[in-house]
């Protein structure tokens, strides 16, 4: 594999305060060497080393590949007509999950391939290099295993849901179903996962039973990760804390307490505000978290019912203009926070020994990330040091 020199960097986020400007540990005029897939030299165009290959930028601007670490993107089928009705002033419930269900089990590994492979495309385009992708629209042990082995061809953050809802055929005896999301199905499915998850919500899964589906994958080796306080106040963020979740993800209706317990963990708060904008539901309150001081990142939640988006730009603009966070807040959630909610230290920030993953801009400076909303402003994608577009 030969080196590569972006060149001609004319605004470099590296998300590495020792590196630049704080926050985001800016350099102007700046250049990246990558080799064997990983960053090996950061620093002034001026003083770059000589490499194989060279990509000028033309002084646009570059930042690390954004991390989503929040997707659900094997499925099959269609809800645009529920989004149409919910427009129209029907209420977001989480029950149309059972649709994509319905279509998802009937559907071939071919199909749930290209539908994944085609959103998985349509992300990178935008600048997302690591994306973490859900099951949890088979809700049988075989549709559930068989999503995990899908998602897990495009991606190492692969995260068991069985507890997404409980489907039709155990309604009437949700212990039953409980029980086998802690059993045979998560046999079933922890080869294919690194993460287990639950939707902890009202509906949903309540407290006893997230705490069995997560400690239960915890035995299996999985990392627990949860759907919480999206729809209404709960016990999910409390619940994330006391197993050292990973991430909290929505964080939408939060107490003083729950901000309290984020802030004193080491559990990521992901907020997800394309399911705020496509349910037309009031926004986390993401100043608050930060000033309390809570790690918080963005993510996708790209599915096909509640946020079927699949643009980390998107969730940036929505994250400044509706969440009152900083651009510079706004991109460093995008991207070294989602790597925080992954728990992995060599993607998000473009210091010596990261994956060579970078994005650089049709635009200056990342301002325009939110100044330029709903524009194709990713002009190219570096992924593991080869360009992609
Ligand atoms: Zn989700």
């Not at 900083?326 to 993607?347: I, K, N, Q, S």
């Amino acid at each position: 594999m030969l080196s590569l020199l972006v060149t001609n960097i004319g605004e470099l986020v590296t998300n590495d305060p020792a590196l630049g400007e704080p926050p985001l540990g800016v350099i102007r005029d700046a250049a990246v060497v990558l080799d064997a897939g990983r960053v090996a030299w950061v620093g002034p165009s001026a003083s770059a080393p000589a490499t194989d290959d060279a990509l000028d930028a033309g002084g646009a601007a570059a930042l690390p590949g954004f991390v989503d670490s929040h997707s659900h993107l094997v499925f099959a089928g269609d809800r645009a007509a529920e989004f149409a009705a919910r427009m129209a002033g029907e209420p977001y419930t989480g029950g149309g999950i059972r649709t994509t269900v319905a279509a998802t089990r009937s559907a071939s590994d071919s199909d749930l391939r290209a539908n994944a492979g085609r959103l998985h495309r349509e992300a990178m385009r935008q600048g997302t290099t690591t994306i973490e992708i859900k099951s949890g629209y088979g809700l049988s042990t075989a549709d559930e295993a068989r999503l995990l082995r899908i998602g897990s061809e495009f991606t190492d953050e692969t995260t068991y849901l069985g507890a997404h809802t409980v489907p039709a055929e155990f309604a009437d005896r949700r212990d039953d179903y409980v029980r086998l999301v802690c059993g045979d199905m998560l046999a079933a499915a922890a080869p294919f996962a690194r993460w287990v998850d639950v939707f902890c919500e009202r509906g949903a899964f309540d407290e006893d039973e997230s705490r069995a589906v997560l400690q239960a994958g915890v035995k299996a080796g999985l990392a627990p990760r949860i759907h919480a306080n999206q729809l209404g106040p709960g016990p999910g963020v409390r619940l994330a804390v006391e197993l050292d979740a990973a991430s909290a993800d929505h964080c939408t209706h939060l107490s003083p307490d729950d901000v309290a317990a984020l802030a004193e963990s080491s559990t990521v708060a992901t907020l997800l505000p394309g399911a705020e904008f496509s349910t037309r539901s009031p926004y986390p309150d993401a100043r608050r978290l930060l000033d309390s001081g809570v790690t918080v990142a963005l993510a996708t939640d790209c599915n096909p019912g509640s946020s079927y988006t699949s643009s980390m730009p998107f969730c940036i603009a929505l994250a400044v203009r509706e969440m009152r966070m900083t651009p510079a807040e706004a991109v460093w959630a995008a991207t070294a926070g989602g790597a925080r909610a992954l728990r992995r230290d060599v993607v998000g920030h473009l210091g010596s020994g990261a994956r060579g993953n970078l994005v650089i801009l049709d635009a200056p400076s990342h301002l325009h990330l939110a100044y330029r909303p709903g524009v194709p402003i990713v002009r190219h994608v570096l992924h593991n040091g080869v360009l992609l577009s």
